[in-house]
């Protein structure tokens, strides 16, 4: 393998790192504030990308006009999802929210499939982004570029919101202690519906930066990633931002180069991340960057 | 008690009496139903030990099974249909040339299942909540990968064909039977108690002096074993198996059984696993084009799956203890109350897998 080809694989596993990042940010916030793995998060992705596809291919509307809608319209559907399939439950045992969610998550995926069928459908990338530029002997899509960078805004922003204003004070004291966050004056339920919207936001920007970078989407097409952006966040410590990014980047570049490498084992690629998850766990239960949690009795 | 002993035995010999009629005189297509009520009850009391019983919340069932279906099925196979169908690469010997009877090849595939249930349960069974959930869901979806990536003893994505349909009624009620009998007294032993103590409170039952892996292991691959067996008679009732069968949607149903029954009751499992199944049959109707007469409707592939999800959901937020809850079928219930208050939900009993460590 020349040096070219090497990087050409680094910048490829980087891009798709960054996806990965992104989308377990998403996971990482809900698990933060609930507890709860949102097994439903990997469809709301999946169902930005649908809204993409139908504002630009059904109604015609500019790519520009259509993906900030889609980002409002995804955050809403994840503040409805976590309306009814969440906060019914918020007091009952932790089993029934899990299942909950897996039912929200094949409602979601059925009611995909039903309404819009099951064949794939192309999703409709304007040309910007998959121009191709020359980077000495290497040739590489705009987009590898742009999704880190458009990763690295989301973060910022993020991170901002969290760190410095109210509504992150909110989020982190109710991630805490949702009793103790209520008797401060803290709308428990507003602040949780909404770090569903903003996990949901981003869950969309990374669906509508996944169909561009493989231009097919399909009902289904949430599972598989929703599944490794969860394990992602949880290599890298879940309930921590920083560790869903570093978690991302290693499945994401660990996958590429596992490939690139060892090709005999493509067939075995999606298997990558669930051993991954499963070695990091037996060494580090919390995933390198996660704290140490004392058990409650 | 000689009672109760008499009123079981008349229950089985109805069963039994049914079962001849049912063999001899229904339709073919009736009699594949009851076998698959049949299959799903095992499949659903095996994973009802663990996730109902121990509370602890695994959902690689699927992978089990197809240890269990694939094992059987490569081990009744003919020597001539594998060659036939095993064409990309040859199976591996003694594979090739070996069949056994289907009673040996079943508990075999039960033994392989309960091996890969014990190798994942051993680091698996360290975490709990939602990383057990999503290890467990892992190492099934790692089966399966496996499965479609060794041609040669798998048959890759092809999957098997012209497996023996030797799969019916006696052996998919019988086995189901089997099962229930054994999980009944492994749930009713000391064992059982500790079982049922690790899933109120791990910590406590640990302070009480139980060895939590010691008996979480057990679970698992006792677990994992009728998994096997279940998914055995699935592939010989079926006649084809491939690993696109044995995705996450499989796993979820059996789970849709557990909760509809009631996580914490064999009765409730297999009341639910019977609705479960005749009820997918009965609403296929809306995966097709519904014809009032005056209207008409073009059914949608998929609708079906749209109503079950959306069941699975009201029934957790709504009826959250299922049928019946952590009730189990008794004859002094049966006789003294009417049969039917069992099914009512209890608010005030507290689910199985709650507890303090939530």
Request: glycine share 12%; with cysteine; hydrophobic share 55%.
């Amino acid at each position: 393998m020349t040096f070219d080809i090497f990087l050409q694989h680094l910048t490829n596993g980087i891009s798709l790192g960054s996806l990965y990042a992104l989308i377990a940010i998403g996971y990482t916030m809900v698990y933060g504030i609930l507890r709860l793995i949102n097994f439903a998060h990997g469809d709301i992705f999946m169902m930005a990308t649908y809204f993409g596809f139908f504002g630009v291919m059904t109604f015609g509307i500019p790519w520009y006009i259509v993906f900030p809608l889609v980002l409002v319209l995804t955050a809403l559907l994840g503040m409805g999802v976590e309306a009814t399939a969440y906060r019914p439950l918020r007091d009952a045992p932790k089993i029934s929210i899990l299942i909950s969610a897996i039912g929200a998550s094949f409602l979601l995926e059925n009611l995909t499939t039903v309404l819009f069928g099951g064949v794939p459908k192309p999703f409709p990338t304007p040309e910007v982004f998959t121009d191709v530029v020359q980077v000495g002997t290497v040739s590489i899509q705009k987009l590898t570029f742009y999704i880190p960078v458009v990763t690295g805004i989301c973060l910022a922003g993020l991170l901002y919101l969290i760190n410095r204003t109210k509504t992150g004070m909110a989020m982190r004291a109710v991630s805490r202690d949702h009793e103790t966050a209520r008797v401060m004056g803290v709308n428990v339920d507003r602040t949780i519906s909404l770090t569903f919207g903003i996990g949901s936001l981003l869950a969309a920007v990374g669906g509508i930066m996944w169909g561009m970078k493989f231009p097919q989407i399909a009902p289904l097409m949430g599972v598989m990633p929703g599944l490794k952006c969860f394990i992602a966040a949880v290599i890298g410590g879940i309930g921590n931002i920083g560790g869903a990014v570093v978690g991302g980047f290693i499945l994401g570049i660990g996958e590429i180069m596992l490939v690139a490498f060892l090709p005999t084992l493509t067939g075995y690629r999606d298997a990558f991340a669930f051993v991954l998850l499963i070695v990091i766990l037996l060494y580090k239960p919390t995933g390198i960057m996660g704290e140490k949690i004392a058990e409650k009795v | 008690m000689l009672k109760k002993r008499i009123l079981t035995a008349v229950a089985l010999l109805v069963l039994l009496l049914f079962l001849i009629y049912a063999d001899h005189f229904l339709d073919i297509y009736v009699v594949r139903i009851l076998n698959v009520c049949a299959i799903y009850a095992i499949l659903g009391l095996s994973m009802n030990l663990v996730n109902g019983f121990t509370g602890l919340f695994s959902l690689g069932h699927a992978g089990f099974m197809a240890v269990g279906a694939y094992t059987t099925a490569l081990l009744t196979m003919p020597e001539a249909t594998k060659q036939q169908i095993f064409y990309m690469a040859p199976l591996i010997k003694p594979l090739d040339t070996l069949t056994l009877p289907f009673p040996l090849a079943l508990v075999l595939g039960g033994i392989l299942a309960a091996f890969a249930g014990y190798l994942i349960g051993a680091p698996a069974l360290r975490l709990k909540g939602d990383y057990l959930a999503i290890a467990t869901l892992g190492f099934g979806e790692i089966i399966r990968v496996i499965f479609t990536n060794t041609q040669s003893l798998t048959n890759g994505a092809l999957g098997l064909k012209g497996i023996p349909a030797i799969t019916n009624l006696y052996w998919s009620f019988g086995t189901g039977l089997v099962t229930l009998v054994i999980l009944l007294s492994l749930i009713n032993s000391s064992y059982g108690r500790a079982l049922k103590a690790i899933r109120e409170d791990e910590i406590a039952a640990e302070s009480m002096g139980i060895n939590l892996a010691k008996h979480k292991s057990l679970s698992f691959v006792v677990g994992a074993f009728f998994a096997g067996i279940g998914g055995g008679l699935l592939g010989n009732l079926l006649g084809t198996i491939d690993p696109k069968m044995f995705t996450f949607i499989f796993t979820y149903n059996i789970l849709l059984i557990i909760v509809l029954g009631g996580m914490g009751s064999f009765t409730g499992t297999i009341i639910s696993a019977f609705i479960f199944t005749i009820a997918n049959e009965v609403l296929r109707f809306l995966d097709e084009r519904i014809d009032l007469g005056f209207v008409a409707f073009d059914g949608k592939v998929g609708l079906r799956a749209v109503v079950f999800s959306a069941l699975l959901m009201l029934v957790v937020i709504f009826y959250r203890h299922g049928l019946m809850g952590t009730n189990e079928f008794s004859w002094d219930g049966f006789l003294k109350h009417p049969w039917w208050k069992k099914w009512l939900p209890r608010p005030k009993r507290p689910l199985p897998g709650g507890g303090s460590n939530s």
